[in-house]
């Protein structure tokens, strides 16, 4: 066992040489610049005469909008469920499934028959009380002249004149049930309260419908224009009302990756209470949908410009840095010295920050290659457009 721990140690004493020999070598034997060059870290240690790889960006005087995101879901301003109004089989579907409707376009068409029969017997009940009103009317017109003339009692000039009053009366009741008959036979066929996109067809022709269907015939909704429902945090409130009030808060629809830009619209509404069980309030923005890609129902991000900070310096996101004493960056001056800079940051994304304090335009920041850089260490500058190529090679050691 003692001697198996042995050639262990003897083993692990031999690979401790072989990797620190150049070291040792160094230290206790070497030329004066390979000691240099292991005391000062050498090129790869950063520390020594070799400038570092970074890549520079100028900071620059621009408009930048103060923007808002909020996820919500586009739906259509105007949106039906079109039932059957009236009890019977379902004849004919005339629309196609995914068609473009106006309003007033007929969709479907129910049996009639039932509710044309209503509708001649009306009219025929009508036309009877017409005549009948007709002749008590003559017959009131000769008993008024006889008893005009004194030749007949004025009691049966009266009764006359009462019996047509109530014609009368029974006359616009017969022409209410004729009404009602109409509107009932026209309502079987069924007619798009809206325009819209036809969704789905709901039943086939041949089944019965009735009025208590749940179900329905077919749905329509608008998709042109089509609305955002979506929210912000109570804390925005005043941002999005002075915008409105200084005459309106511009709104795009971003796609899922938070950055393509789906439609361009404007905000309609605020909702009048918050949430209190989110702190979040609702708001509406409408977009045209020219182009058809937003639909009802579609997850989105709203993105809101409430203001524009008017020529205001910035630099790339990636610029600044966060150190324990708040957020820096490095200003490269004209010798090609890197130098630690505070700066009060007012805005910043991912690929923007708005600089209050502490950079002028035109000054390079480091935007890559902060892996080796201290203050006041020499930097070799590539060139900005490289940024996204050279990124590894400027942060490896």
């Known amino acids: 066992m003692k001697r198996l ?55 620059k005087r621009q408009d930048v909008p103060v923007t808002l995101d909020g996820v919500g879901s586009f739906q259509s301003p105007n949106a039906a469920l079109v039932r059957a109004q009236v009890e019977g089989v379902l004849l004919e579907v005339t629309y196609r499934e995914g068609q473009d409707v106006k ?19 009306a009219v025929a009940q009508t036309a009877q009380v017409d005549a009948q009103l007709a002749n008590a009317r003559r017959d009131y017109d000769r008993y008024a002249r006889l008893a005009k003339n004194d030749y007949g009692s004025q ?11 109530q014609f009368e009366a029974q006359l616009r009741y017969q022409q ?10 026209d309502r079987t066929v069924v007619r798009a309260p809206i325009s819209g996109r036809a969704g789905v067809r709901l039943v086939d022709p041949g089944n019965y419908v009735s009025a208590g269907d749940a179900t329905g015939i077919v749905s329509i909704a608008q998709l042109q224009p ?43 509404v605020i909702d009048n209470q918050v949430d209190q069980t989110t702190g979040t309030v609702k708001l509406k923005a409408t977009f045209p949908n020219a182009a058809l890609t937003l ?20 630099v790339p996101g990636p610029a600044v ?37 502490g950079v002028e335009a035109d000054d390079q920041v480091v935007v890559t290659g902060f892996t080796r850089l201290r ?9 900005a457009g490289a940024r996204g190529e050279d990124r590894d090679a400027a942060e490896t050691p």
């Open 295 to 314: 639909w009802p129902g579609q997850f989105t991000t709203v993105r809101l410009t409430v203001d524009t900070l008017k020529d205001a310096v910035t």
């Open 103 to 121: 309003a007033g376009d007929v969709l479907a068409r129910i049996d009639p028959a039932t509710y044309q029969a209503q509708y001649d017997q």
């Open 5 to 59: 721990l042995l050639l262990i140690l003897a083993a692990a004493l031999g690979v401790a040489v072989y990797v620190y020999w150049p070291t040792l070598t160094g230290w206790l034997g070497g030329d004066g610049e390979q000691r240099r060059e292991v005391r000062g870290g050498g090129r790869r240690g950063g520390f020594g005469d070799q400038p570092i790889p970074v890549i520079a960006e100028a900071a």
């Open 375 to 383: 203050d006041g260490s020499k930097v070799a500058v590539g060139a």
């Open 155 to 165: 009691q049966q000039a009266e009764t006359a004149k009462a019996q047509v009053a």
């Open 321 to 357: 840095q966060q150190g324990p004493d708040g957020p820096f960056v490095f200003v490269i001056d004209k010798d090609r010295t890197a130098r630690q800079r505070p700066v009060e940051v007012a805005r910043q994304t991912a690929a923007l920050a708005v600089i209050a304090k």
């Open 226 to 268: 089509i609305s955002a429902t979506f929210t912000l945090p109570q804390q925005n409130i005043a941002a999005v009302t002075q915008a409105l009030t200084r005459g309106g808060a511009p709104a795009v629809a971003l796609a899922p990756d938070g950055a393509t830009a789906l439609d361009e619209g404007a905000l309609e």
């Open 176 to 185: 209410a049930l004729v009404a009602q008959s109409k509107t009932t036979l």
